[in-house]
């Protein structure tokens, strides 16, 4: 008995080294300055990366505190020198761990953004999951430093708008480990949410995607056809499709999806390749302008074969653009190929031949309406 009560202690005192020691790289929170987002620029002229951070601060005000933030940006010939350089300004180190955004201007993403990501993906006290945006027509300090408020912290408020895009698919969910995985697959080009300040203070819109090829911008895509793209590769969740004067008529239609479920495939021929796009998106009358019923069986059909019809032209429209304007195989078709038709991809790689701009697409589009909100009827005003 006395020798099973002294296994145990000394199994007590062994593991209390364990259980109650603190982590290893500890610091206190008020030596650090807490990072919310950084922007990335570059001087065309030096050559020189500048990055600018957003720091979050507290100034107490009587029995409450109010929590706001400031930017300290420095330049360096590397993001990593730069980022040190922030650190002489600010006078203690910069905590990352909770930093949302890395916004990247239009010059660094043409020049490449690989040194961004890099320093971001190397570094163990950077976060993978943070949103990466691309700025167009503003230098990215520009869009970081747009406060709407003085006590605003731009970057959250940039991380909550990307949290919500679900709702529009006007932009792609861009996270800094999505990119660089996807980069990191033959042949696939990727798609970064992109914005622009807004024209009033404090605004940031979003205007659609930027479009990469390996790790350069070569253009970009508007809000409506990021959501067709988003349709194509089956990452669209929720999404606005506006009809004008459906049928020749007065009345505009606005249907709202709620779900869509696309599918491709692929197929070979006598040495051509096309691809097959069925998409098969379900749908509600969210809004009605006009004094036409479409929820009459007829006129209900009528607005389903114009809707139709639009979905088929913008994705027709957007895959002829990525192939001729960019030769950017966003969507992921060679891919497919790959996974699905090996020997097809092997010879149009040993031929030297790109199957994404070789490829003839046939696009069908079956479109379900399932209700109409609250209403059936639209709004009348009395004579």
């Not at 890395?102 to 976060?127: F, K, M, T």
């Not at 194509?232 to 008529?249: A, D, R, W």
């Amino acid at each position: 008995m006395k020798k099973s009560k002294l296994v145990i202690l000394i199994f007590i005192i062994a593991m209390c080294p364990i259980t109650l020691c603190g982590c290893w790289n500890y610091k206190e929170i008020d030596s650090m300055a807490i990072v919310a987002g950084m922007a990335i620029d570059k001087d065309i002229i030096t050559n020189k990366y500048t990055i600018t951070v957003e720091i979050i601060t507290s100034q107490s005000q009587g029995s409450s505190s109010i929590i706001s933030s400031e930017f300290y940006s420095s330049e360096g010939d590397s993001i990593l020198s730069a980022e040190r350089a922030v650190v002489g300004k600010t006078g203690i180190p910069l905590l990352w761990y909770e930093a949302k955004v890395a916004i990247i201007s239009e010059s660094v993403a043409r020049d490449g953004v690989i040194p961004v990501i890099d320093w971001s993906n190397r570094d163990s006290d950077l976060r993978a999951d943070m949103w990466m945006i691309i700025t167009k027509g503003n230098s990215a300090a520009e869009v970081l430093k747009n406060k709407f408020k003085p006590d605003q912290i731009v970057s959250l408020h940039l991380n909550d708008t990307m949290n919500r895009g679900k709702l529009l698919s006007k932009f792609p969910e861009s996270k800094l480990w999505s990119f660089i995985d996807g980069i990191a697959s033959e042949g696939k080009s990727e798609a970064v949410a992109a914005v622009k300040n807004g024209p009033s203070n404090g605004t940031i819109d979003h205007i659609g995607c930027a479009i990469f090829k390996s790790d350069k911008l070569v253009g970009y895509l508007n809000g409506d056809e990021t959501l067709y793209m988003l349709m194509i590769k089956n990452k669209i969740k929720e999404g606005v499709i506006t009809l004008k004067n459906v049928s020749n008529s007065d009345t505009s239609i606005t249907l709202e999806i709620f779900e869509n479920r696309t599918k491709l495939t692929p197929l070979y021929n006598n040495g051509k390749v096309s691809l097959i796009i069925d998409i098969y998106p379900v749908s509600i009358i969210s809004e009605v302008g006009g004094s036409k019923d479409f929820m009459k069986e007829e006129n209900l059909e009528i607005l389903q074969s114009e809707a139709e019809k639009k979905i088929k032209t913008q994705v027709q429209y957007l895959i002829s653009k990525l192939q001729k304007d960019y030769d950017c195989d966003v969507l992921g078709f060679g891919e497919l190929f790959e996974k699905e038709r090996p020997k097809v991809s092997e010879n149009f790689k040993k031929n030297g031949e790109d199957i994404f701009t070789s490829l003839t697409t046939e696009v069908n589009v079956h479109l379900q309406i399932r209700a109409s909100g609250k209403t059936i009827k639209p709004i009348v005003i009395g004579k």
